[in-house]
């Protein structure tokens, strides 16, 4: 891993701030939440919380700038740093009454990382660091609990050791489980004083026999060593996968936190917990959250002990659950959001730990969004910038089908809703593996930032412990996943692969069913069923519509993907792909029958050109009738392959103007844009390589047969896969991606588009006669010059105008094309003289402007993005400076010719939130993406318009 | 075939010209020179001529008006024409002072096309028109000659029955050989008039039994036949092919020229024949010609008479003779280049036929330029204009070598001068077949223009009759081929595919040579020198230099390439391909094992960065230590690839080094400029299909052994074979034009960069120590993004400073990119923040700025071009709208960033005329070729500069 702090962070150089260290405590700070760049998330809102009056331990700020600074000058700190951090700590030190790690009543204090954007549990934390041999009996003798005291201790070098010296976890752990084994006792909080001292010396032993040296007795030599390790965090690896996956820049570095340790492990009337200031799974607004008396806040987060509900606290602290309640509702209207906060009450006292903005799944975004909008909190315009479009992917997933008989063989908590199916995986790399091939559930007994990868890769999270707040609950909900946390009844046994519930072992690959919103865990593959969208979902989506300006289309071949689109909200169909019902397993056979027969078919009609040409060249009558003669001969000679070419299309076009009709029929009143056939025709013959060594097989059995028989005849099957393999080795290319296809085949076979414009005009008439509105867009791929365009929108128009004069309908339709080819984009005001539309292939508009074969750049799309070449996959979201120049330059030109011609896009990026906004900027009429993907785009398109005018307003 | 008279004619209609004929005659015509496009070049050549006061026989032309009228009105003329056609004929008749066909003494014309560009041969003509049963006899009272008569009428039938009619020519001259066979007679000469009385009778028979129909006897109804048959001669099938090749535009149609015959064949006092002005095969300024005694026309262009020097006419017609130099003089003054006239003799009297600006050799196109120039007869820059740049090709073709040892079998005219080497083909569409895969020379007893695609696909050209106005002699000198006619000892036996000469009977596939300089035909396969260029060329290229303003470098891989381009006048090398040094049979292995051992030494590489990482992360010395030994233990063990990786690139560095020291001394004082490793990696090692049925063999084997011995060890070479099969499967790409190549290589093997890189400065600084003066410009190709480029580029600025640091030598150098990749172009004002030089891969660029693979477009390209959907293969020339716009696009924004930046191409294009003045209007600092090409490209810059003045005055 190598570190890019480059020119951003050097300019600063040029004029080093005055302060690298910021304090807070007693009510004042010299921070505040406006500082977030410099002081990161956690640090501006301590400072925020002290200034208004939250109860919060005292302690400093370590700024991002002194991060950077840390790396980019060969990890040294800036010069008079020590000083500065010593009088800072002094500071603390008076505040709190005590000294760091002083022998009789030792100051003890927390050191965490805290980033401008929240990174849950990617980096590093220390806590009761200050403690050594010494100051351990000071502060078992202040609180007059050495078991506590010995407890922090044991914890300290436990965490010291893992987090700044590298020592593995489980190192500790074995021991730990060692003692409890000899001790013969099932919990940590069984082990008694003496038991927890000899854990203290195994653990110094262990230290020194691992990294060569003692434990570090000096507590600032701990303070340093804890600060530097939660700086070098920055660049781990769980951290630079989630920047990545979150696109948080590399330089921003992180900001650290050095707070007076309060406890909520000092007996049962110390508590530590979690909360939210409104439900983060469905948004209800209820005062939510999770404790645990006598613990320390990582026992909560680490899902290690299953913990109370927060209300229970009302009857344990009922003065401290009041404060609790008050300040976090007050935090919630002063931020004007849902708050995620951390508390401790040491020994009956509340101390405010940390409050930040909540996460919470999609339903719970667009419900709480709505919900303030309507208290008046914030207005229905931040409302709408509240929930990121991908968010609400997850509320568009499938339900369980209400009518599926379940086996439900465990209940666990409902920590993030929708139904997962998959199969089920045992370990994160197996996740990330078989996940990519087949729909795989993640079993765990807790997940941890290092399974991250995995549980991308998976359908759903099902965890044995943990809470609401546990890490898979946190990072599930996120991404809009299904999680069942924390079901105890479910017997994880990682090593074997496989868990026992409900009396049933299941092992891995078995199928279960997680539902994330009741919490059930199921046996087997259970159907599911479309989401219902109503409620506030409606009322965020109607706020969506009235602000948007960009229409919305789906993707879709099918009725059915149609009926569900427009159900999503979709305004027409943005492209419909006819190849995709060449597929069909009725039809392929006429497809291959056409493409077996088109060559010979080709060669006559080419002869009788000629022919044609003569007769029309020469008018005397003898001449005529010898060449009619001769066209006849001709005619009769080859009529079997023109038969068979024009048998082939005849039997195709039903089908497909069945298919029309059903669209159309779906998308009555709204445009349904419908493109011509598009791949290369190999594809749908059988792969060559299989050819290959069928005929070599079928060849060696005749030729053993003739060694029988020298007069065995040729197999039938022999001889008709010989001639597929001919017409596929016709038809190989050495790059299929810029061969014989789009429009090429069209203009090579006009009797094929021709077919296609039958079946769509005839369609469109038929549903006409019915009351169906249809407004069919024909639309011509992988157009480069005009002419190709003309060749084929010529074709269509004329079979349009045949068909509505013979059915005595009028239909409004358009024609127009595919911008796929830089060419054409360059060219776009000569395409737009034929064009009355233009729709953007993305996907292949990136091919080529990159010059990347999408199925080859495996080989090196991955290296560039680790190395920062490319900001982000062309592929996913859309290359703004590149691709981007392109449509936009296509769109101005083509409005040069044409003013209103309509432009949208139907690359796989019309669904992608980032290129929607761009599509807004460029001036697109619409957006089209695939049905489930609707909603996002609404939003997205919604989104784009507040932030132009977020920026307009800016510029002013 | 069909007809595409569009937009521009029918625009035409709107305002109906007055005047669809023009006569001439008696020193006065309608037309003149200035009304080409609407008289064609033949018709505007005769008014002309006639008001100049030539001599020239009285006739009309049908403007080229009429036949796009006939084109686009379903063949029918402009209401009236008939009547104006009848005035027009009867305003010749009395010039003549007889009537078409009248019985007495009958007028006969002849019947002429004649398009606004010469298309030699291409289209129809009818002579002697107006004979029938009754004229024939009046013919041959006045004439008091019944055999010249009945020998007109005979010619009459036979032209008008193929070319109106559509009879085969063969049928007529099989009658010919028949009677001549029963007549014992061996020449057409020695027919008698009876003969020539039954063939009449005969070939009137022959009509009547194809065509169904009497031969017409109506003057009138011949001459609307025949005139009708010239407009549809203008879609023949020759003509169609000869306008694509010589990119004439469909729409223009031809005039018809309507003429008074005169006779060569009145006997021994009447002649005919062709001429120059000066000599277009090699330019000296000396009259000359050829000429038939008692002949038509037809006699002296057919070659079927070997036809005599027109020094000789002196002798026979000396006042004839003085006439036509003092007239051919003039009209070569008047029209101020030189004429290719044709003249009869009737009886005395010297008529002019025709005369258009003379076709020439390259050789003699630059001789009669610069001494036309000399003369005062024309500027230097008209000059400069009078030489197409392609023909300046055949200057540059090599001559025989004059120490090789020839079997001379031989000797016919030196009809088009240069060597030709190939394998005999006797058939023009065999030759137009194996020609594209190997030399061939087309040998044929005579050409016809059915011939032109297998004469294009040739080497040469050798016929056996034929003068050197013949077919085969006319069309190869405009094309630069070398060509031997009229060879009359060569006896070609078409049939059975061979010929006899010398005594030596040479098969289909033996191989000869021609010296078209000298007209030796040469047995077997001559070693060739190449030209070397003087007198007037030098004087000629040294005019364009002083002309152009773009700069031309050539394309070479090696140093020969390199010392003829410098040769040739080039400035430098724009484009050395590294990989072509790959290639070599010593190099390969271990270009071989550098691919076989990348990817292991890859993960070891990533293995030690991430140890390296952690060792900068941790400073304190027990860890560092622990990591050191780790690293050693990871070093040790896989040290065996990375030994390999890195062997195989050290061996290949002297290599290219050697190559490079070679480039730069030839070069001493020029730019060269090195691409860095473009083809993917697959390109270096066996085909897959190849390896894989390799395999299956050798596992087979090995089966069949292990069933006579179990234990029978798994053979090396299947196991080295195995092996070699899985890494190309790894390689094995989709679209192997859109993969892992160009920069995306040297990104994810920075080795192979850093490896040439070091070469290029240890070559530059070895050379610069001898005192040459070495520029290299290191150029990185298939950038898409600037970062690409960024990577690149300063790996090698590096490995540049460090090996200059070392050697203590101070190397100028730049580092830039090719510009191939449409986003490279869009993003030009990025990619030259880095790049110092642009140069266009137009080749690439024009693949994916129309997604056409150049490979796999044979599909399709050919009918796009039949189908006019584009209007020329766009890997031949610059698709200056499309492709074009891009480099304008890029040229503008790299400048944007960088003012001075240096632009050139290196494609294909860059030797390609019209891609040449597109880069002069473009702003581009040189083009780069093939060394061949480097004169062209000269020329073509410095015309692009003249007609930019052109432009620019015509504007004013």
Redesign the interface.
Known sequence: ??ETMTAASSQREMTPPAKYIYVFGEGQAEGNAGLRDLLGGKGAGLAEMTNAGVPVPPGFTITTDACRWYYTHD?QLPPGFEDRQREALERLEQRMGRRLGAADDPLLVSVRSGAKFSMPGMMDTVLNLGLNDRSVEGLSARTSNPRFAWDCYRRFIQMFGSVVM?LEKREFEARIEAIKHRRRVKTDAELRVEDLRALVREFEALVRRR???DFPQDPYEQLALARDAVF?SW?NERAVYYRRQNRIPDDLGTAVNVQAMVFGNLGESSATGVGFTRNPATGDNHFYGEFLTNAQGEDVVAGVRTPRPIDELESISPAAFGQLREITSRLERHYRDVQDFEFTIQEGTLYLLQTRTGQRTGQAAVKIAVDMANEGLITREEALMRVTPVALDQLLHPRLDPKAKLRVIATGLAASPGAAVGRVVFDADVAAERGVKERVVLVRKETTPDDIHGMDASQGILTATGGMTSHAAVVTRGRGKPCVAGASSVHVDEKNRRFVAGGVTVQEGDWITLDGGTGRVILGETATVDPELTGEFGVFMEWADAHRRLKVRANADEPRDARKARDFGAQGIGLCRTEHMFFAEERLPHVVEMIMSAPTAKALQAQL??LQ?EL?????P??ERGLRRDMAVLKKSLAVPLRAYRGSLARLLPYQRADFKGLFKAMDGLPVTIRTLDPPLHEFLPKREDLMSEVAVLQAEWERAKKRNRKAPKPARLRRQETLLKRVEELH????????R?C?LG??YPEVTEMQARAIFEAACDVTKSGVKAFPEIMIP?V??V??LR?QAALVRRVAEEVMAKQGVKVEYLVGTMI????AA??SD?IAEEAEFFSFGTN?LT???????R???G??LP??LE????PTDPFVSI?V???G??VE?SVERGRRTRPRLKVGICGEHGGDPASVEFCHRAGLDYVSCSPFRVPIARLAAAQAVLRGKTAASDQR
């Open positions: 891993m190598t990890r590298g990294v060569d040296r070098q660049y050109e000629a040409s029309a060249a020469r008018p005397d003898e001449t290319e050495f790059n299929p991606m810029l061969g014989h789009g090429r203009i090579t992988l480069g010059h002419e190709e060749h796929e080819v830089p060419r360059v060219t000569r292949d091919q080529l402007a990159f010059g990347f074969s199925d080859d750049a080989k090196f290296e560039y190395r920062k070449i490319l290359d400076e590149g691709v120049a392109l330059m």
